[in-house]
């Protein structure tokens, strides 16, 4: 102790930040202080440790590196980042490893716009980060919708487009872009609709809808009603789209909310981001103590970090307590009343709901002896990298091509999970293409995964051979998950195993648990499948039947089927419960039609 006695004597008397460092010369411990001697001998005052933890990290302590800064605030930022870069054992543990999507609007003539994870310093210009990729699909869905522009990467200067040196292709044809490749778009006109798009990302809808009222009116005013028309069903779209927004209050603009719920030595963060009266972002993090530190310690680790990852510049933000210490040019509110207090709330119930979600995740269960080793045979087994709690088995169902559907089952801990079990209508593929299917399938299961956040599995199981196995590989790839879960293929005709890129099937023995466990899976997915195939055919044939009845359409027959099952409830249905459905004339045609049946 000789050592570090001599190492802290030498310290200055300034702010700055601390790294205690082990005999290996490994970080374990990174701190901040106001005056750095008196904070880090204070950890080494044998009568005043402050907890067991404390004295445990100073017994390992070989040597002290500091660096000085000019303040407080400065140090707060300096630890927060170098606990994020080193992730030293004893430090808060903030449970995120998220990179979040951002929308770029590049640096180019005629610029396109798409969602990137990566920004590049080329003069483009970035909204965001979206803590939700479905966030972000639906802005781009909305600028389609409204604005004709390109999405090619061709060089469009002035020059090249003069020379001719491109043709318009299908995008335009399809009335998706309007052809500035071959000059006819101006520049002026692209960038208008540009400009507009920065104030959508900017949540300015307001100001973008009065601007489109007032040019529908001048537009109709001079006859142009075509061109009128299309300005309403721009101004139609923002307004669906502003609707779905969560408005609290239109006198709050830009306002962080922060909340915190703790449970033992896990702590749950929620944030909001307010801009013009609405809720634009939401954002739950689970923190990990590992020093006994106080919530006010953690909420304030949690608001720095998240303000930096966000790009947050808000001056007031909403928490239930004051934290530890201040931050420069931001206003702490507590508050207790009004619109500012049903927002805390609100986040409040967020991070119940984190807490709520992690008591009931698997990793809480306790598993029995007999599940443990069923688990551990399988990952033996099937040469997986951790124990497969949560498996996942997919299973396509179509007759000719007729009513394509597939299903998914889940099995947690090697029972199933039937509330987590899921079917689909297949949207993509046209005809028996069990291949096409299952890629759609398998893309569309795991994409909302990661959109919601929730819990994958460590293992996939496909029904079928190399030819679906591979197609779900492919999904997913595209969804940058192929290598982070395992995923097998199963043949029905000898129960081969297979894996990707492995043209040798794995044969288990009859009796093994793990091939047991495989095909309950696959027998369970093939009963769901074939369930909603028989239920989706036998709905096909009523609808049909009904749209017969003369004033009956599409809809009123889904309707019909949704209220009453079938054919023979329908028969034995009141006349007047069938009014509920539909109007009383249509109603007394349909219960004469299947009196005379």
Request: charged share 30%; hydrophobic share 40%; proline share 3%.
């Amino acid at each position: 102790m000789l050592l570090i006695d001599k190492i802290i004597n030498d310290l200055p008397k300034l702010p700055g930040v601390y790294q205690f460092l082990n005999k290996e010369g490994k970080i374990i411990y990174i701190g901040k202080a106001k005056d750095l001697r008196n904070r880090v001998s204070s950890y080494f005052n044998k009568n005043k440790y402050e907890s067991f933890k404390t004295k445990i990290l100073a017994q390992q302590v070989f040597d002290i590196k500091h660096i000085i800064v000019e303040s407080e605030s400065d140090a707060l930022l300096l630890e927060n980042n170098l606990i994020k870069k080193f992730q030293p054992k004893f430090n808060i543990l903030l449970k995120d490893d998220k990179t979040f999507p951002w929308i770029c609007i590049k640096n180019e003539s005629f610029p396109r716009i798409y969602s990137t994870r990566k920004i590049y310093k080329d003069g483009s210009i970035y909204f965001g980060p979206y803590t939700s990729a479905l966030m972000v699909r639906t802005l781009l869905d909305l600028i389609c919708q409204l604005f004709q522009l390109r999405t090619c990467n061709l060089n469009l200067t002035q020059s090249n487009i003069l020379e001719r040196k491109f043709k318009k292709c299908l995008e335009y044809h399809i009335g998706n872009c309007k052809a500035p490749c071959e000059n006819l778009q101006s520049e002026l006109d692209y960038y208008q609709s540009v400009n507009q798009i920065k104030e959508i990302l900017k949540g300015n809808i307001h100001e973008i809808i009065r601007h489109l009222k007032d040019l529908m009116k001048e537009l109709a005013n001079n006859y142009k009603y075509e061109d009128a028309e299309i300005v309403k069903q721009k101004i139609y779209l923002l307004e669906r789209f502003q609707s779905k927004s969560t408005i609290v209050s239109p006198k709050l603009n830009n306002i962080d909310v922060f909340s915190i719920i703790e449970k033992e030595k896990n702590a749950f963060v929620n944030f909001l981001k307010i801009m013009n009266g609405a809720i634009v972002q939401s954002y739950n993090v689970e923190m990990i103590r590992k020093l006994d530190e106080t919530a006010e310690e953690l909420l304030l680790f949690a608001i720095i970090d998240i303000r930096t990852r966000l790009n947050s510049d808000a001056k007031e933000i909403l928490v239930p307590f004051s934290p530890s210490e201040k931050l420069p040019n931001v206003k702490f509110t507590i508050p207790k009343v009004g619109d500012k207090k049903k927002l805390l709330e609100l986040s409040e119930r967020n991070a119940k709901q984190s807490l709520l979600q992690k008591l009931k995740s698997i990793e809480i269960k306790p598993f029995d002896s007999k599940i443990l080793s069923i688990l551990e045979k399988a990952k033996r087994d099937l040469m997986l990298a951790e124990l497969p709690k949560i498996i996942e088995c997919f299973d396509n169902s179509n007759i000719q091509g007729t009513n394509p559907v597939a299903s998914c089952v889940v099995f947690k801990n090697a029972k199933a999970a039937k509330n987590a079990y899921r079917h689909y209508n297949i949207k993509t593929v046209k005809g028996p293409d069990d291949f096409a299917s299952m890629e759609e399938v398998v893309f569309r299961r795991y994409r909302r995964l990661l959109d919601e956040k929730k819990d994958l599995p460590q293992l996939i199981i496909i029904d079928g051979g190399k030819g679906q196995l591979n197609a779900a590989v492919k999904s997913l790839n595209k969804l940058g998950l192929y290598g982070k879960i395992a995923i097998i293929g199963i043949a029905k005709r000898l129960e081969e195993i297979y894996f990707p890129n492995d043209s040798v099937p794995l044969y288990l023995d009859k009796t093994s648990s793990t091939l047991k466990l495989i095909q309950n899976l696959r027998n369970e997915a093939h009963r769901f499948g074939i369930n909603f195939h028989r239920n989706k055919r036998s709905n096909e044939m009523i609808k049909n039947s009904l749209e017969e009845i003369n004033g009956v359409g599409k809809r009123t027959a889904e309707k019909l089927i949704k209220t009453f099952g079938s054919i023979e409830n329908l028969k034995q249905a009141q006349l007047t419960e069938i009014e509920s459905v539909t109007n009383k004339k249509l109603a007394g045609i349909i219960y004469e039609y299947l009196i005379k049946t």
